[in-house]
């Protein structure tokens, strides 16, 4: 999980940007208030969904991480110290 925690937000955030480049070069290059309002929306969806993925891998690759060794401290526990036994 560590090697795809550290792989996918770089490649997220290389996308934004080519994505935002391309939208300013549409918007620039035509300078058609169409172009604008066709392209914003699927623009701005497909920036907080890299943005989503930018943030979000590392922090679950933590949590798992997390998880991973609070399962190994559980597991080291003396069954008289688990609730209910």
Known sequence: M???AGTIPPIAIGL???????????VFLTRNRHFVNRWTKPVLMAD????????????????LKLGA????????LPARMIPGK
């Not at 934004?16 to 549409?26: S, T």
């Open 16 to 26: 934004f940007v080519v994505v935002n480049a391309a939208f300013a070069a549409g």
């Open 2 to 4: 560590e090697s795809i």
């Open 69 to 76: 060794k609070g399962l190994v401290a559980l597991g080291a």
């Open 48 to 63: 907080a969904l890299l943005l989503a993925t930018a943030i979000g891998t590392p922090v679950l690759g933590i949590a």
